[in-house]
């Protein structure tokens, strides 16, 4: 299976800390998207890194990809209660192929 | 130029009916992919259209489940005999054109509920 696993699962922290979420793959990909879903809510995408690219930035966001490790990292910098939400990472194998998603980090930034 | 459009928003069904889930992609938008997210779970992939063809559906149970994207009018999920293990969210995603990328842009879902 190419599903992604993120980890941790919950990650609590003080608002203005940063939060810094991982994810693990099984395959090859052509690129790695990170989303994030509020309660109830539908997927919002946040960033795209490509297999060729290693470092990526987004406002606060930073991802990184690690090929020959097959992982990522999405990092919060100063984090706000706003930021309370699932953030799932979902890789692309080729073209327009299915999103494959990992069960996603539960993030609660507390005022 | 509107998001993803996805109706109903909240469905209820009781065990045996049929439930239909309607999908408008975004404008120009060709590619529309549907995914099922269970409780405190990611989202799983069911399947994947075009226009009036379907091109995968791998992830779609082969029994009452059906898709469709005519060439005119919205993607439909169709579950015939629901059970209570369909109660989920049902995402769909829509994407342009073919390229590498694939990044998709998600509707709001639709929450089955069967009773």
């Known amino acids: 299976s190419q599903q992604g696993e993120e980890d941790p699962q919950a990650l609590s922290i003080q608002e203005g800390e940063n939060a810094t979420m991982n994810c693990s793959y099984k395959?090859?990909?052509?690129?790695l998207q990170w989303y994030r879903q509020n309660s109830g809510r539908g997927l919002v995408h946040l960033i795209l890194?490509?297999?060729?690219?290693r470092e990526k930035h987004s406002g606060r966001l930073r991802v990184t990809l690690d090929t020959s490790k097959k992982s990522s990292s999405l990092l919060i910098t100063a984090s706000r209660a706003a930021d309370t939400a699932s953030y799932f990472c979902?890789?692309?194998?080729?073209?327009?192929?299915?999103?494959?998603f990992g069960k996603g980090t539960r993030l609660s930034v507390i005022a | 130029n509107a998001g993803v459009m996805q109706n109903p928003r909240h469905l209820v069904r009781r065990r045996g009916q049929e439930a239909r889930l309607r999908c408008s992609p975004m404008?120009?938008?060709?590619?529309v992919y549907w995914y099922r997210q269970l409780p405190e779970e990611g989202l799983k992939f069911m399947v994947y259209?075009?226009?009036?063809?379907?091109?995968?559906e791998s992830g779609m149970p082969k029994e009452r489940f059906s898709a469709e994207f005519p060439k005119e009018g919205p993607s439909i999920l169709r579950i015939q005999q629901v059970v209570r293990g369909d109660s989920a969210a049902y995402f769909c995603?829509?994407?342009?054109?073919?390229?590498?990328?694939?990044?998709?842009?998600f509707g709001p879902g639709t929450r089955l509920t069967v009773l």
């Open positions: 995603a829509s994407s342009p054109r073919r390229g590498d990328d694939n990044e998709q842009f």
């Open positions: 395959t090859s990909i052509n690129n």
């Open positions: 890194i490509r297999s060729n690219e």
């Open positions: 979902a890789t692309v194998f080729s073209g327009n192929t299915p999103l494959v």
């Open positions: 404008k120009g938008h060709s590619h």
């Open positions: 259209l075009q226009k009036e063809n379907i091109i995968d």
